[in-house]
């Protein structure tokens, strides 16, 4: 069954430094997504993209954040200058037809020390 | 606006029970989805409910949907250990809204 792939799987970084969370969507899908699970809480919105452009943001989603599809295989979401409050998982997930069929990869958990 | 919030919160049960996971949400939809996810890991479509659509199975799963009273509720009939996880709901403004999650533990 296909899968949303999203690399790596833990990371580990200082306060200020930048990171780039990988996600391989499932080939011929359209639309993408990033969500974040701050532990012990719900599953929230970052943003997402469609047909090479953001279609929807959340507050959370500020300047520190951004998005890029620079090939046609991998979907990155990168943080500019981690705070301690960005520790979390962060889910990539993928839907050939929105709002139908999810995909959600395993996420990346993200720790700002 | 918060969309899809599960109740209860918290459910402790023994293999071979059922379980039953209620979500409530605010305004209109076109389908529900209901996820789980196992400790730390990531999240996994369960089953998918369109508006028009009453109720659905699929294996020991079986999701009721009542658009008049904006409310879905999950059966997992003859549970294992292995149903051990959060499971949540979830409706689609073109993004997903999760709830937070009913965290349902099966003792074996």
């Known amino acids: 069954e296909p899968e949303v792939t999203q690399t790596p799987s833990h990371q580990v970084t200082q306060m200020g430094q930048e990171v780039i969370l990988r996600c391989v969507p499932i080939?011929?899908?359209?639309?993408f997504y990033w969500y974040r699970q701050i532990l012990g809480q719900k599953v929230e919105f970052l943003v997402s993209f469609y047909n090479n452009e953001i279609s929807e943001k959340s507050e959370i989603f500020d300047d520190q954040f951004s998005v890029e599809r620079p090939d046609g295989s991998n979907f990155t979401l990168k943080i500019r200058s981690t705070k301690l409050e960005d520790s979390a998982m962060y889910f990539c997930?993928?839907?050939?037809?929105?709002?139908?069929?999810?995909?959600f990869g395993s996420g990346t958990r993200l720790t700002v020390v | 606006s918060q969309q899809g919030e599960e109740d209860p919160q918290a459910l402790s049960i023994q293999e071979g029970e059922n379980a039953t996971m209620n979500c409530s949400y605010k305004t209109s939809i076109n389908n529900l989805q209901w996820y789980r996810q196992n400790s730390g890991r990531g999240l996994v479509h369960l089953i998918l409910?369109?508006?028009?659509?009453r109720e659905k199975h699929s294996g020991r799963l079986r999701v009721t949907l009542d658009t008049s009273k904006k409310s879905s509720s999950l059966l997992i009939t003859a549970s294992r250990a292995a149903d051990t996880a959060s499971y949540f709901c979830?409706?689609?403004?073109?993004?997903?809204?999760f709830g937070q999650g009913t965290t349902l533990q099966v003792k074996p």
């Open positions: 080939s011929n899908h359209l639309y």
């Open positions: 979830a409706t689609p403004r073109g993004k997903l809204i």
């Open positions: 997930a993928s839907s050939e037809d929105s709002p139908n069929g999810y995909t």
């Open positions: 409910i369109r508006s028009n659509e």
